[in-house]
Every structure is written in structure tokens, then in C-alpha cells.
């Protein structure tokens, strides 16, 4: 089992940046496949980024390619999410999840473990 924590949310102004950290406890990090989903009021959880065990292919929904960036680091049991040229769209709740099975995937029912979540809010 894993626990995960987010944190770096906050209220930003379009074009600003963000990042968003995910430490994870418990289990060995590295056994797991991390993603990054996001929730808006009244919408359903939607995939924003995933990346394996080692950082290789990581893994972004179209929205967000060129603006946002992944990335872990096991040594600190912590996955990034680093968050450029922010919209008003990008305004959720953010969430890490970890997946047992270290294979990729885009849906949010294949994770096993979450984290609380963290808010992200963007003005215009």
C-alpha cells in the first residue's frame, strides 16, 4: 500500500505557473505507475499526465501537452507536476494516483491509491 499527498495548489492568474508535488509513502515508490487526474466542479475526473517507474514516455491529455511537464524522483518518493502558461480551463481539483500495475493508463479506475487532492484555481 502507498500513501500520497499533494500539495503547490493555489490561485494563479492566466499565464501564470504552478507545480504541483505528490510524495508518496508506505510501499516502494518505484513499483508504482503515477498519474495526475484533475476534477472541475460537476465534471467527471479527467487524466492530465502519467509517467512510469523510470520517467520514460510520460504520458499527457492533448489540453495540456506543451504546457505541462511530469516527472519523478524515487530517491524522494515524489512525482512533479509542473503547470506553464495557465488557463482559466485549468481550474480543478488536482490529483495523484498511484497504480499497482506499472502499466500505462489513461482512466482513472484502473488507479488503486489517491491522494486528498489539491486546488488549483486560475482568474482571467
Known amino acids: 500500500q502507498v500513501q500520497l499527498v499533494e500539495s503547490g495548489g493555489g490561485l494563479v492568474q492566466a499565464g501564470g505557473s504552478l507545480r504541483l508535488s505528490c510524495a508518496a509513502a508506505g510501499r516502494t515508490f518505484s513499483d508504482y505507475y503515477i498519474g495526475w487526474f484533475r476534477q472541475a466542479p460537476g465534471k467527471e475526473r479527467d487524466f492530465v499526465a502519467s509517467?512510469?517507474?523510470?520517467?520514460?514516455?510520460?504520458y499527457y491529455t492533448d489540453s495540456v501537452k506543451g504546457r505541462f511537464t511530469i516527472s519523478r524522483d524515487n530517491a524522494k518518493n515524489t512525482v512533479y507536476l509542473q503547470m506553464l502558461n495557465l488557463k482559466p480551463e485549468d481550474t480543478a481539483v488536482y490529483y495523484c494516483a498511484a497504480r499497482s500495475v506499472g502499466t500505462r493508463s489513461n482512466s482513472y479506475w484502473n488507479y488503486d491509491y489517491w491522494g486528498q487532492g489539491t486546488q488549483v484555481t486560475v482568474s482571467s
Open positions: 509517467i512510469n517507474w523510470s520517467g520514460v514516455g510520460p
